[in-house]
């Protein structure tokens, strides 16, 4: 599948999706081709066609929900009969009793959980086998998405599907037994059917007698439900509303928008998912995004870890495009979003209507991308099975930021994203700057991952070097006749220190230690390249309470995916 770029490809020139008309499946399926592959491939590509990413639609949806009322009562009537209900044990989902109310929004925090639906059922057959289509729902992308009391920002966690956690046990499962859920049938006349059980688990057990199980086994052994009450109990969280998307209306909804831009560093090239990419911007449709968030082979070491990244890149890509004028000012494209994304939505009964949806997409006004933050929840080997996770204890810090409303943590050096205000207003173009680089956080490659990000803006870096001893935060040594210099350099670092220590005719040196940010646009850079991905992370300042595993990305970040091999 090869993708187009951007110059290769006009977003505008597509024509507007039309009301009844979400968009077209015209790419080839996966699954074409398979003749050409060995038994070996051929299982990789079937375990690469259960894992669909819906992570961004849904965030999008409720953004531009905010403007349906606009579009007519024949639309509201329109999608609220596309919109589905999920079956949800009552009274599990609730806002927590004692939460605190902004005094400006007159809202609590608010918890939504998401998941992406796999399904082989109707439309969605034609991504598996008859296997597939006997297994059931399952769902290997689940979100949590934190909305701030204040509503300005959210943060969304990644749970890992491979994560082993508690669980409540599963219906026709022996109190207190581990392990995969037994499967009842009904007794049935000769020569009929057998019907297996409907899938649930008991909530309600007491805790001693849930026991360790993969975490996307929760919906096809015990059902929505039973993902509900898995989250709640691990988390401490209590979760407001649920959604799910499936399968086929992920690649509508991309198709509805016309194209999501998404940018590569090296060239991504997998067979599996049909994924074929140079370097460089390109314009996705729905099955090229499709291939992009399950591409697994072509990107990192093969593992998942590469893939989440790539998740996360494409969530902030759409909900940029979401919250554009060219979609919330395009009535037809609009429309077509909208009805694309509520046919594919199922929710829970509170707000299975688009009144529901519109009014919490109005309590969203204020949220821009810059405020919301994508993160995996922290995790580590499970000892019992390595190719297992489980929550690391950084994954606690993370729940008790949420379960407490607390803004986002930052090391004493304040992190911040691309779109930070400058404090002062740069008098010298970043060409005429010569700076060195010290590593003084320990972290090895963090200079030369520094380095590159200065480059592209047009810095002239004569220097990477190891500090002598590690040192905390970003200091830029300048002599007396080069501030000016270096407080151009300081807008690349936010919260950066200066010191008028440096020696004159040598280049400034920014020291980059322990608690450092990541490299930021300056707001005169030279360029029109996008910021080469950072996923290195200097070492936390010692004692400092900001933990180091709770590394974020903006939506707001425009920077290309990392697709780099090995």
């Known amino acids: 599948m090869k993708g187009r770029s951007v110059a290769d490809h006009d977003d505008a020139s597509r024509t507007p999706a039309t009301p009844g008309d979400p968009g077209a499946d015209h790419a080839t399926r996966p699954g074409q081709g398979d003749q050409d592959l060995t038994r070996r491939e051929l ?70 959980l998401l998941m992406g639906v796999d399904s082989r059922a109707g439309a969605n057959a034609g991504y598996g086998n008859a296997d597939d289509a006997r297994s059931g729902e399952r769902s290997d992308t689940t979100m949590l ?16 599907r491979d994560t082993m956690m508690p669980a409540p046990p599963r219906n026709g499962q022996r109190s207190g037994s581990s392990g995969a859920a037994s499967t009842a049938t009904t007794s049935s006349p000769a020569g009929a059917s057998a019907t297996a059980t409907p899938p649930g688990c008991n909530i309600d057990a007491p805790s001693s007698e849930w026991k360790a199980q993969q975490f996307n086994s929760n919906i096809e052994e015990g059902g929505v439900t039973c993902v509900i009450a898995t989250v ?9 509303h649920v959604m799910t998307v499936d399968f086929t209306g992920f690649k509508q909804i991309v198709d509805a928008m016309g194209t999501v831009e998404i940018c590569t560093t090296k060239p991504v090239k997998d067979q599996y998912s049909g994924l074929d990419l140079p370097a460089g911007r390109h314009q996705l449709d729905g099955e090229e ?36 004028t060219g979609v919330l000012l395009n009535p037809g494209k609009l429309y077509g979003v909208l009805d694309a994304a509520t046919k594919s939505l199922t929710t829970d009964p509170q707000i299975a209507n688009v009144s529901a949806l519109s009014s919490l997409a109005g309590q969203l006004r204020e949220l ?48 911040a994203s691309a779109s930070a205000t400058p404090t002062v207003t740069p008098t010298v173009a970043p060409s005429a700057v010569s700076v060195a680089i010290e590593n003084a956080a320990g972290t090895d490659g963090l200079g030369t991952q520094v380095s590159r990000a200065l480059t592209v803006q047009g810095f002239r870096v004569t220097r990477v070097a190891s500090a002598a001893a590690p040192s905390d935060g970003v200091v830029v040594h300048h002599s007396a006749s080069q501030m000016a210099a270096a407080q151009e350099v300081a807008l690349a670092f936010p919260g950066a220190t200066l010191k008028a220590d440096g020696k004159a005719g040598q280049a400034v040196t920014v020291s980059v230690g322990r608690g450092a940010p990541a490299v930021v646009l300056v707001p005169n850079r030279e360029g029109a390249q996008p910021l080469p991905a950072q996923p290195l992370k200097a070492a936390p300042v010692p004692g400092s309470s900001a933990s180091p595993t709770l590394q974020a990305k903006a939506a707001s970040d425009d920077v290309c995916s990392d697709t780099s091999k090995g």
């Open 43 to 112: 299982r990789a590509r079937k375990a690469a066609r259960r894992r669909p990413v819906l992570r961004a639609i849904v965030i999008s949806l409720v953004v531009l929900l905010a403007a349906v009322l606009g579009l007519g009562a024949y639309a509201v009537l329109r999608f609220n009969g596309n919109i589905k209900a999920l079956d949800i044990q009552s009274n599990l989902l609730r806002p927590k009793s004692d939460a605190t109310t902004d005094p400006t929004s007159g809202h609590t925090a608010m918890n939504i």
């Open 145 to 160: 998405v934190h909305l701030a009391a204040d509503r300005r920002s959210a943060v969304v966690v990644s749970i890992p």
């Open 232 to 240: 709640m109990h691990n988390t401490g969280l209590n979760i407001d």
């Open 289 to 324: 995004a499709l291939a992009f968030v399950r591409t697994r082979h072509g990107v990192g070491d093969g593992s998942d870890i590469g893939r989440m990244r790539l998740q996360q890149d494409f969530a902030a890509a759409v909900v940029r495009k979401a919250t554009s």
């Open 368 to 415: 821009k991308p810059a405020n919301v933050r994508f993160i995996t929840a922290p995790t580590e080997t499970y000892k019992p099975n390595p190719d297992r996770l489980q929550l690391s204890p950084a994954a606690q810090d993370l729940w008790t930021l949420l379960r407490e409303d607390k803004p986002w943590p930052t090391a004493p050096a304040a992190t």
